[in-house]
Each structure stands twice: as structure tokens, then as C-alpha cells.
């Protein structure tokens, strides 16, 4: 079994920042990409930023210049600075990794629970 546990989310004003992370953890044979995505209410889910496991990165242009993704693969851990924050950013802020379980299996994609990211103005 593998799991994503996400933390790191919380309530900030706008023009603040914080940092989320998410460790996946279990039956871990690779990583391969990792990425975050986010839902608002009444919207669908979209990706803010995904990062292979060489280090190369894209994001969302809603996010350009003001998030980061990084990853620790040691740790099994990736990242998402947020700074800049605005009111905008407000959404439930999912992990997503593509992990291969073992040689004989093919990679597939889990997901985290989720954590809230809540900016006020």
C-alpha cells in the first residue's frame, strides 16, 4: 500500500505565504513525477505545478513567478512554496504521484487527501 499524507495548509492574509508538503510513504519500488493540483468550490480540479523526478518543473500561469515546486527524493517528499498569496489561491490543495509499487508493476497514479489553503483579503 502506498499513501500521500499532505500538511502544511492553513489560514493566511493575502500577500502572505506558506509552505505544503506531501511524503508518500508504503510500498515504494520509484517516483516518478509529482505534482499538486487544486479545487476551489464549484470549479474543477486543475494542476498548479508538477515537477519530474530529474527536477525539471512546469506551472499553472496563475501561479508563475510566485510558487515553487521542489522534492526531496530521499525523503519521498515534494513540495509547494506559495508565496504572493491571493485570494484567488483559495482551494483545497491535492498531492498527486506517480509511483511504480515494484519492478513487475506498472507506475500509477495516488493521490493525497487533501488540505486546505484558505486566503483572506
Known amino acids: 500500500q502506498v499513501q500521500l499524507v499532505e500538511s502544511g495548509g492553513g489560514l493566511v492574509q493575502a500577500g502572505g505565504s506558506l509552505r505544503l508538503s506531501c511524503a508518500a510513504s508504503g510500498s515504494i519500488f520509484r517516483i516518478d513525477a509529482m505534482a499538486w493540483y487544486r479545487q476551489a468550490p464549484g470549479k474543477q480540479r486543475e494542476l498548479v505545478a508538477a515537477?519530474?523526478?530529474?527536477?525539471?518543473?512546469n506551472y499553472a500561469d496563475s501561479v508563475e513567478g510566485r510558487f515553487t515546486i521542489s522534492r526531496d527524493n530521499a525523503k519521498n517528499t515534494v513540495y509547494l512554496q506559495m508565496n504572493s498569496l491571493k485570494p484567488e489561491d483559495t482551494a483545497v490543495y491535492y498531492c498527486?504521484?506517480?509511483?511504480?509499487?515494484?519492478?513487475?508493476?506498472?507506475?500509477?497514479?495516488?493521490w493525497g487527501q487533501g488540505t486546505q489553503v484558505t486566503v483572506s483579503s
Open positions: 498527486n504521484a506517480e509511483i511504480r509499487t515494484s519492478y513487475y508493476y506498472p507506475t500509477r497514479g495516488y
Open positions: 515537477i519530474t523526478s530529474g527536477g525539471s518543473t
